[in-house]
């Protein structure tokens, strides 16, 4: 669930950053890791890769405060240094992998839009529901990046459209045309890993 950040909190924080006191900056991770931890785990979907890149994250935050505008909100800052971190690894991971997008089955799509509507999933047995997280994960790989972050921030952060186009630099309508564009992207998806389904069920 999306939270606003306390900028007073921060900015004391950063101000004493910037002055030599790592024991704020222990408070800012302390206070953002978990959103952040979210973020990398939306976009980068193994756990182990999502702890490493936390961690780059925040070691990029440490050493690029000296230079930060204490102006400005800090947590929008902060998670464009995330998502930028994220496309990074996420470019040189698809150097070394291809994705197994062909393995989608007839009933994926339904599961899919279960999880992106946000359904009550808690009858659903705790395996089945990972394996639709893993899934939904999947999909996601399959987007452009940019469509991809509007997707997570919408849909499974449940970020305000307001905050949206706070974050990722445009108008709150351009925000709202982005989210639009990713949905029918991710659907458009999933109707083709059927067809491709089918047709291989039916030469089978």
């Not at 997707?151 to 459209?161: A, C, G, K």
Request: with cysteine.
């Amino acid at each position: 669930m999306w939270r606003k950040e306390n900028s007073e909190e921060d900015r004391e924080l950063v101000r004493r950053c910037q002055k030599g006191d790592d024991g704020a900056f222990e408070e800012l991770v302390r206070k953002y890791q978990q959103t952040l931890f979210n973020l990398a785990y939306h976009n980068m979907g193994r756990r182990g890769d999502v702890e490493d890149v936390t961690q780059k994250i925040f070691t990029k935050v440490y050493f690029s405060l000296p230079k930060f505008d204490n102006d400005r909100p800090f947590f929008p800052w902060v998670y464009r240094i995330a998502v930028n971190q994220c496309y990074d690894e996420l470019r040189r991971a698809r150097r070394r992998r291809s994705l197994a997008f062909s393995e989608l089955n007839l009933q994926d799509s339904e599961s899919i839009e279960r999880l992106i509507r946000h359904e009550d999933l808690t009858e659903v047995p705790v395996e089945e529901r990972q394996e639709m997280y893993d899934l939904l994960q999947k999909m996601l790989d399959r987007l452009p990046e940019k469509q991809r972050n509007a997707i997570v921030l919408r849909d499974l952060d449940e970020v305000p459209y307001e905050k949206m186009a706070e974050l990722m630099n445009c108008t709150e309508q351009a925000a709202r045309l982005k989210v639009f564009r990713a949905r029918m992207r991710l659907r458009d998806l999933m109707l083709k890993a059927m067809k491709k389904q089918e047709r291989t069920q039916s030469n089978s």
